[in-house]
């Protein structure tokens, strides 16, 4: 059989509440050249059987279980090895694409010849429900572009790996910000993240997830700068307090714009 176009990473864990939202979100894409790779990280829910049964009738779809919770790099790592594709996008077991999603960013890549992009996305609750929040992505965006503005979001990133080497793609052993970590490798190596200003995809904000404690999300940076990057003090000072502003005002606007909802 012929290798698909689009390999389609997704890690889960714990994920029965959304995953299957998740994955119909991809079988609803305009593009049906995809194989979809789930490498679930022990889930002690009924996460590995909503996969299962949805790979009984979808031979696109496949489910990669791992022997023991290993977090949430192992785990793409893990679909990363198993991909066949040419491009490799990511998508949380979480989150969302709209259906146009893959079809308009590899027509998008294609015209620019790019081999790294990220799409914009909007901001979702935990129900679905949109915050009121969109984020749009830079025309071009490189390595200490990232540091400073901090706007690629793991949904919206797609790769071509017949322009950059696959290995570029492999997480580093991180529990937190190993995407990140990631995307500055791909930065680093020389190829900038092109933007798409269209939203084709929602980041679903989960109360008591990883990325919602932000005490912690805030250590995760300054280590990802420090540790992982080494970046000198200084630099690391001024990408953090850049990192910190932003984040106050996503905060601010959400909830902002959140409240006029509620009052209408």
């Given at each position: 059989m012929m290798a698909p176009l689009v390999s389609v990473i997704m890690p889960s864990y714990n994920s029965e509440r959304h995953i299957r939202e998740a994955i119909r979100s991809v079988q609803?894409?305009?593009l049906s050249d995809w194989e979809l790779l789930v490498t679930d990280d022990c889930s002690t829910d009924s996460t590995r059987e909503i996969v299962a049964?949805?790979?009984?009738?979808?031979?696109?779809?496949?489910?990669?279980?791992?022997?023991?919770?290993?977090?949430?790099?192992?785990?793409r790592n893990h679909s990363l090895a198993h991909a066949h594709g040419r491009y490799v996008?990511?998508?949380?077991?979480?989150?969302l694409w709209y259906p146009e999603k893959l079809e308009r960013q590899i027509a998008f890549m294609s015209d620019y010849k790019a081999a790294?992009?990220?799409?914009?996305?909007?901001?979702?609750?935990?129900?679905?429900?949109?915050?009121?929040?969109?984020?749009?992505?830079?025309?071009?965006?490189?390595?200490?572009?990232?540091?400073?503005?901090?706007?690629?979001?793991?949904?919206?990133?797609?790769?071509?790996?017949?322009?950059?080497d696959r290995k570029l793609l492999i997480m580093p052993?991180?529990?937190?910000?190993?995407?990140?970590?990631t995307w500055l490798q791909v930065l680093k190596a020389g190829h900038n993240c092109y933007g798409l200003s269209d939203v084709?995809?929602?980041?679903?904000r989960v109360e008591g997830s990883?990325?919602?404690?932000?005490?912690?999300?805030?250590q995760g940076v300054w280590r990802l700068y420090r540790e992982v990057e080494h970046?000198?003090?200084?630099?690391?000072?001024?990408?953090?307090?850049?990192?910190?502003?932003?984040?106050?005002?996503?905060?601010?606007?959400?909830?902002?714009?959140?409240?006029?909802?509620?009052?209408?």
């Open positions: 609803k894409q305009t049964d949805i790979a009984e009738v979808d031979s696109r779809v496949h489910l990669l279980p791992l022997k023991e919770n290993s977090g949430a790099a192992a785990a996008a990511y998508l949380d077991s979480d989150d790294f992009s990220c799409c914009s996305y909007e901001v979702i609750g935990e129900d679905g429900v949109p915050l009121g929040r969109t984020v749009r992505m830079l025309d071009k965006c490189d390595y200490m572009g990232f540091l400073t503005h901090n706007l690629l979001q793991t949904v919206g990133i797609m790769a071509d790996t017949s322009r950059m052993a991180m529990r937190r910000r190993q995407d990140a970590a084709l995809c929602a980041y679903r990883l990325s919602s404690n932000k005490a912690k999300a805030a970046l000198p003090l200084h630099t690391s000072l001024y990408c953090f307090a850049r990192y910190a502003a932003l984040a106050v005002w996503k905060r601010l606007y959400t909830e902002q714009t959140s409240g006029k909802k509620g009052r209408q």
